[in-house]
């Protein structure tokens, strides 16, 4: 049904996409600094199913709606502006020592990957820049677009989850190797609000 052609385009042009660092690759690491490396390979999963929902909504002409009208943009922007704030409170006021088997147990998993997808979704770049740029691959000649759009936009997730899963993965190892000091994990709180707080003003401040 793709032309292989196509693939041959598409696929590099993915990686070195996914491979830009963005705001889900800065998730991902400060989520690894802050919960360990299961969280931080949880975040990438989470950001995956965002990108997956995103793709989805664009497959479908949904995601158009969101760049016809501008109030439903700054809706969505700001609640994902809003989140962020929140999460970056929250890391600060989390007070405990040494990351502990708890705070990267099933419960701290879960929470990386639901935080990974509501970010993701609040960010309706995400699904303007997946309308912009997987329909340039879709041939109507070859078959159904929707299945198409959501095969291109499944290797653009696959890239972009296994890049964001090695960056949480090793910044959490890094982040539980040196949390045996209260001193660095008062660092590590600070650099994990900062990482929070510098993706709120990027998608409150970024124009359209």
């Known amino acids: 049904m793709i032309d292989p052609a196509q693939l041959l385009i598409f696929i590099p042009a993915a990686l070195a ?17 802050k919960s360990g490396p299961r969280a ?25 709606l969101l760049a016809a009208y ?27 020592a040494p990351l502990s088997a708890a705070q990267v147990g099933s419960g ?34 070859r078959g159904s677009t929707i299945l198409q759009f959501l095969i291109f936009g499944a290797i653009l997730n696959v890239g972009g989850t296994v890049i964001n899963g090695v960056v949480g993965g090793f910044s ?3 982040g539980r190797t040196l949390a045996s000091s209260a001193k660095l994990m008062a660092v590590y709180r600070w650099l994990t609000c900062c990482i929070f707080l ?7 401040f970024d124009r359209r």
């Open 17 to 33: 996409l996914n491979m830009t660092p963005g705001s889900d690759m800065l998730f991902c690491l400060g989520q690894g600094l």
């Open 172 to 174: 959490g190892g890094i």
């Open 108 to 141: 701290g998993v879960f929470a990386a990957w639901r935080d990974g997808a509501i970010v993701n979704l609040f960010n309706p770049k995400v699904a303007i820049f997946i309308l912009a740029f997987v329909p340039q691959f879709v041939d109507p000649s």
């Open 198 to 204: 510098g993706l709120a003003a990027k998608l409150a």
């Open 40 to 64: 931080g390979v949880a975040a990438s999963l989470g950001v995956a199913t965002g990108s997956f929902v995103h793709s989805l909504l664009a497959a479908f002409g949904l995601a158009a």
């Open 70 to 96: 501008p109030f439903a943009f700054e809706i969505v922007r700001w609640a994902g502006v809003s989140y962020l704030v929140w999460l970056a409170i929250q890391a600060v006021r989390s007070r405990n």
